[in-house]
């Protein structure tokens, strides 16, 4: 079934057109700079790519513009919109309400924007996104696929924060968790490598990209996961500060004379790699600047780490046992010397990496020693598939 797979941001918009039959990307391509000077598409189908600046005013214009090229007899990848079952679009935050993917109608568009509030940031863009789509292609179905749906299954221990119990009520303070679209996804592949049922399985996914999240999956089902109401904590990210005591911040408000935007701009802007390194939130620009002895980018790497590694001793603890690690996302796929780190130490709980078998970049590879009774997988995650995927199995069921 041929699915066209859309990721919207506020001024950017990613596309995918898959053919699930065959798990086979068709076309993708990036809009870039909606509303802003300079807005371009570059499309991109066997082997061809093409990029054209042109006026891009708002989300409606791009997305006619990806289905012309779609369209175009030249690199083109369909010969009718007819083709397109369905468009599977990335939702941020789903608040309580979803905790699967959904085909949208008015009440999930109603609930859409009542969820906005929990991530001001990135709902309106995929809102926008979805209505633009809706317009283009009116009798396509339209499903959202949230990156919070798959953390629904935490228990409330795990996802009510230690606050006065009303504050959840009134305006829904909990942990949410995020990514779970890859979550779902390297677990799955994951049981699959290592051909056991994965509701057998104990699994620990370390997304480690920009944004980072580790989550405990236990039998197929997010147990806990890193990240929260927002998408701060757990360990360091690119310009994320992880986990810090709640007590820093009023306390760095009053010192430093902050409001609460400029602390939260510091938070998620301005910490992390970057921040403690003082180099770059890029992981290879602060790996180059720790392997030139810059003590600072070198601490910011062990922080990295060692919380990572906290963290997959805490999950370990909280599913009563561990069979695999896998390591997805940029960093995840790609850092030999990163995902080397985090396991070191981690021998006592039966995860023996394979020095050699780690020197591996973006396949999946069980780099493991053959006598280690935990697995580490690396695992490259493949957020679009999964997204259609469960948009091809929720249109097809009706
Ligand atoms: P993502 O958000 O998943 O695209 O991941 C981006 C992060 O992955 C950035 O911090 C990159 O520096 C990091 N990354 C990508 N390739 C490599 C690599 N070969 N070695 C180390 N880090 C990498």
Redesign the pocket.
């Known amino acids: 079934m041929k699915i066209l797979v859309i990721n919207c941001g506020s001024s950017s918009l990613k596309y995918q057109l898959i053919d699930t039959d065959g798990e086979q990307v068709m076309a993708k391509g990036l809009v870039e700079r909606i509303g802003i000077e300079g807005s371009l598409i570059t499309h991109q189908t066997d082997g061809q790519k093409i990029q054209k600046e042109t006026d891009i005013p708002d989300h409606k214009v791009g997305i006619k513009l990806v289905v012309d090229a779609l369209l175009s007899p030249e690199h083109g990848a369909l010969t009718s919109l007819d083709e397109i079952k369905a468009v599977g679009h990335r939702v941020v935050h789903g608040g309580e309400k979803f905790a699967n993917s959904v085909i949208i109608n008015d009440e999930v568009m109603a609930t859409l924007h009542e969820c906005a509030g929990l991530a001001p940031l990135h709902n309106p863009a995929n809102i926008i996104g979805i209505e633009a789509c809706q317009s283009l292609l009116p009798d396509v179905p339209q499903v959202a696929v949230f990156d919070t749906a798959f953390h629904q299954t935490m228990p409330p221990k795990a996802y009510i924060y230690g606050l006065p119990y009303e504050y959840y009520e009134k305006y829904g303070v909990r942990r949410y968790g995020f990514h779970g679209t890859s979550h779902k996804y390297v677990s799955l592949r994951a049981a699959k490598m290592l051909k056991k049922p994965l509701n057998e399985l104990k699994v620990v996914t370390c997304?480690?990209?920009?944004?980072s999240s580790i989550t405990a999956v236990k039998g197929g089902q997010s147990m806990d996961t890193s990240l929260g109401l927002g998408t701060i904590s757990g360990t360091i990210m690119?310009t994320r500060s992880g986990d810090v005591d709640p007590a820093v911040i009023p306390y760095l408000m009053e010192q430093a004379d902050l409001s609460a935007s400029e602390i939260n701009d510091i938070l998620y802007k301005k910490s992390g790699?970057l921040g403690i390194s003082g180099v770059s939130?890029?992981?290879?620009?602060?790996?180059a600047a720790a392997n030139e002895g810059n003590k600072r980018a070198k601490l910011a790497l062990d922080i990295l780490c060692y919380l990572t590694r906290k963290y997959i001793g805490a999950y370990a603890a909280a599913m009563g046992g561990l069979d695999a690690v896998v390591f997805t996302?940029?960093?995840?796929?790609?850092?030999?010397?990163?995902r080397a780190q985090i396991c070191q130490g981690l021998e006592f709980l039966g995860a023996k990496m394979d020095a050699e078998k780690n020197n591996t970049?973006g396949k999946e590879v069980d780099v493991a020693t053959t006598d280690s009774t935990v697995r580490i997988l690396v695992i490259p995650?493949n957020e679009e598939l999964m997204i259609a995927q469960d948009t091809a199995e929720l249109v097809a069921r009706g």
């Open positions: 997304h480690l990209g920009n944004g690119g790699l939130s890029d992981a290879r620009d602060v790996e996302a940029g960093i995840g796929e790609n850092s030999t010397t990163i970049r995650t």
